[in-house]
């Protein structure tokens, strides 16, 4: 088929799709752009790295110079690059705008230049922000509540004036949170199994009362190539499917994984603007064929075991994978 320019495939997201692309007969070359910040490793892409048909350079998407001649290069470019972490974006605000909103502008510039015939734009089910009840559909307003959101959903926006504006082939997927192995263990999952593996204790925000929507890595990179391959140009496609739990409810699933206990939880304020619940409805997607594979308990001790067996990928970056922040005595031991 193609030749996929990957932006952001050194991270999380981005390496299981490139790994999977590879693995497409039909796909001549997959180039694999990332500026390896914090998030991202060379490592993520393990085996890949010796493919014949991957190319990897380590760039920064702001670069014009640079992504304009990427992208004379290739058929298609599939868009990860992003600061992704909520937490990180309340004290570096203007990364997250640099990389997901200017980063996104000076992409879809050079794809509009070179007139590739595809463009995926990865985004997130934050950019609703919070619903009560009920799914969000694709066609609802964008509401983001934290800057994180709020770069995706302004990028989002561009990304859908460039097919209205100069008709470049623009697709927007909406996944809701992603787990799996190889994420950084700043995110809940990660870095409550790395503590756990380490015998530490576990923090909750609030009450642990937050709704999100738990979504295999692998179920939303297929959803993602079928919207690279069979989506309709200036369309939003939701992807999700997971389980929905709240985040004492994935804690307790979690302990039950370890035959660990309440005790070794403690409550911690919970931080700015945490919406309280997401939920997305993602029939359009399934209409172009998508279904999700992956159950969550499965899910979750397939990722454990691939924590367990690699300390030497995470152990290092657990240090400051999280701000330490007083815990609150009163919510600690509070079973589900
Ligand atoms: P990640 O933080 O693991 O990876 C991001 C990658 O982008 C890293 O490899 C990093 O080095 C690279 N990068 C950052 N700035 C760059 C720049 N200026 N130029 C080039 N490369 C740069 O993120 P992830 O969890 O894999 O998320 C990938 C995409 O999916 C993001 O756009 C994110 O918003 C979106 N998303 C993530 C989730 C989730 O649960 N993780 C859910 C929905 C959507």
Not at 224 to 234: F, Q, S, W
């Amino acid at each position: 088929m193609e030749q996929v320019l990957i932006t952001g495939g050194a991270g999380f997201i981005g390496s299981h799709f490139a790994r999977r692309l590879l693995r497409a007969d039909d796909v001549a070359r997959v180039t694999v752009l990332d500026a390896l910040t914090y998030a991202g490793s060379v490592e993520n892409l393990g085996e890949a790295m010796l493919s014949p048909k991957l190319t990897f350079i380590r760039g920064d998407i702001c670069d014009a110079q640079l992504v304009e001649r990427l992208a004379q290069e290739h058929t298609a470019i599939v868009h990860f690059a992003a600061e992704s972490h909520v937490d990180r974006s309340f004290y570096d605000t203007g990364s997250f705008l640099g990389t997901n909103v200017l980063g996104t502008y000076t992409l879809l510039e050079a794809a509009r230049k070179a007139g590739v015939c595809r463009f995926v734009h990865v985004s997130t089910d934050e950019v609703y922000g919070p619903l009560l009840t009920g799914q969000a559909a694709e066609t609802d307003p964008i509401r983001p509540s934290v800057p994180y959101a709020a770069s995706k959903a302004a990028s989002d926006l561009v990304a859908l004036s460039y097919f209205q504006t100069f008709g470049v082939p623009v697709c927007v997927t909406r996944s809701s949170n992603n787990y799996g192995p190889r994420q950084h263990p700043e995110k809940i999952i990660p870095l409550f199994i790395a503590r756990l593996l380490k015998g530490h204790r576990l923090t909750l925000h609030g009450r642990g009362q937050h709704v999100r929507n738990w979504l295999h890595v692998e179920d939303n990179c297929q959803g993602i190539e079928l919207v690279l391959r069979a989506g309709t140009p200036g369309e939003v496609y939701n992807i999700g499917g997971g389980t929905d739990l709240t985040s004492k409810e994935l804690t307790g699933l979690l302990l039950r994984m370890f035959d660990a206990g309440w005790d070794c939880v403690d409550y911690i304020p919970d931080r700015a603007a945490n919406d309280l619940r997401y939920a997305l409805n993602w029939s359009k997607i399934a209409a172009l064929g998508y279904c999700p594979e992956r159950g969550l308990e499965d899910g979750l001790a397939e990722t454990a075991d691939w924590y367990r067996r690699n300390p030497d990928r995470w152990a290092p970056l657990l240090r400051t994978a999280q701000p330490a922040v007083p815990a609150i005595p009163e919510l600690i031991d509070h079973p589900v």
